[in-house]
C-alpha cells in the first residue's frame, strides 16, 4: 500500500485562489463539449496554455480543445470496443437474460459486466454486497449511466476523441528497413498495412534497429519526434540508474532487465520472415502466459491475452 500527495491540490492557497474563480467561469457548456470549443470541461486550464510560449511553440488548438475521455477511451480510442466484442462473445444471451436472477444485487445489465462478475463471484462469491457503486456510476463509475455522451459500455462517439491534425490510428506491427526488407514482425494479430514512419523515425533519430522495433506497433505516442524521444519524453532506452525518472500509466521506458531480455530474443532470430518469426515466437508468449498462470495462481485453461 501507499499515499500519494497530489501537489498542489492539497495547497491551501491554491484551493483558496480556485474557490475566488467566479463559479460561471467553471461550469461546463454541454454544447462546446459536442463541438470541442471553449466552455467544454477544463477549460480554465486548457486556456493556460493558448498561444505562444517562451520559445514560440504553441500547441494546436485541435489538440487543445480536443474531447476529455476516461482513461479507458483516451488510451487507444477502439480498443475498448476490440475488448467488448471479446468478452461478450463468452456470455451468452440466455447467461444475461438471467443476470437478474443469479446477481441479484448490482445486478450486471451488459455482456462485459456480466464477464466481468463471473470473475468476480469466482474469487469472493458472497461478497457482492461490500462493493459499493457510485450513485449513477456506469462502466467506469466516472460517468452517469443516463449520460448524452456515455452508456454504461462508455463513450458513444469515440470519435470525439480524434482531432484533424491526428495521425493513423495505428501502426504497422511489421517493421521495414529502407531497402523494404522485412526486419521483424512481433504480430499477434492480423497484419496492417505497412507504415514506416516509427522504424525510420527512430533510426533517424541515432537509435539502432532494435531499438527502432521497441517504437513500432503502437500508435503515435510511440513514434520518435525531433527531440529523440515520444510525446511522452520517454527513449527506447532504459533509464539511467542515476537518474529519477516518473513514469505514468500512459507511458514507461523499458527496465534494464526488459531491455536486455528483448535484445535477447531480438539477437537469436535473424533473417526469420514474419510467419517463421512468429512460429518461432509462439513458445516464447506462451512461457510468458505460463509464468503469469504460476505466478497468479490461475485455474488451469484460464485465457491470458498478451497485450
Not at 528497413?177 to 533510426?203: C, K, Q, V, W
Request: hydrophobic share 35%; with cysteine; net charge negative.
Amino acid at each position: 500500500h501507499g499515499l500519494e500527495a497530489r501537489v498542489p491540490f492539497l495547497d491551501t492557497e491554491f484551493t483558496r485562489l480556485v474557490m475566488s474563480v467566479d463559479p460561471k467561469r467553471k461550469m461546463v457548456d454541454r454544447e462546446a463539449v459536442i463541438k470541442n470549443t471553449r466552455g467544454r470541461e477544463k477549460t480554465l486550464l486548457r486556456e493556460l496554455f493558448e498561444g505562444p510560449n517562451a520559445n514560440g511553440d504553441s500547441i494546436p488548438t485541435p489538440v487543445l480543445w480536443r474531447a476529455k475521455a476516461m482513461q479507458c477511451e483516451g488510451v487507444g480510442e477502439d480498443w475498448v470496443s476490440i475488448l467488448q466484442r471479446r468478452v461478450s462473445s463468452l456470455v451468452s444471451d440466455a447467461e444475461l437474460a438471467e443476470a437478474h436472477i443469479n446477481y441479484p444485487i448490482n445486478t450486471p445489465h451488459t455482456k462485459e459486466e456480466l464477464y466481468y462478475r463471473r470473475i468476480y463471484d469466482e474469487h469472493f462469491h458472497g461478497m457482492e454486497h461490500v462493493v459499493k457503486l457510485w450513485e449513477g456510476g456506469g462502466r467506469a463509475m466516472g460517468a452517469e449511466w443516463k449520460s448524452e455522451m456515455y452508456t454504461r459500455e462508455g463513450l458513444k462517439n469515440v470519435n470525439l476523441l480524434s482531432h484533424s491534425l491526428q495521425q493513423a490510428r495505428s501502426f504497422s506491427t511489421m517493421a521495414r528497413n529502407n531497402r523494404g526488407e522485412t526486419r521483424r514482425g512481433f504480430a499477434s494479430m492480423p497484419a496492417h498495412e505497412l507504415d514506416e514512419e516509427p522504424y525510420t523515425a527512430a533510426i533517424d533519430a541515432g537509435y539502432d534497429s532494435f531499438e527502432a522495433c521497441l517504437t513500432c506497433g503502437g500508435d503515435d505516442r510511440s513514434l520518435i519526434l525531433e527531440t529523440g524521444t515520444n510525446k511522452y519524453h520517454i527513449r527506447p532506452q532504459p533509464v539511467d540508474p542515476a537518474h529519477v525518472f516518473r513514469g505514468s500509466c500512459t507511458g514507461n521506458p523499458p527496465t534494464a532487465r526488459g531491455y536486455q531480455a528483448a535484445k535477447k530474443l531480438f539477437d537469436s532470430l535473424p533473417g526469420l520472415d514474419d510467419e517463421s518469426l512468429d512460429k518461432a515466437l509462439g513458445p516464447v508468449i506462451e512461457d510468458q502466459r505460463n509464468r503469469l498462470a504460476k505466478l497468479l495462481d490461475l485455474p488451469e485453461g484460464t485465457e491470458i491475452i498478451m497485450c
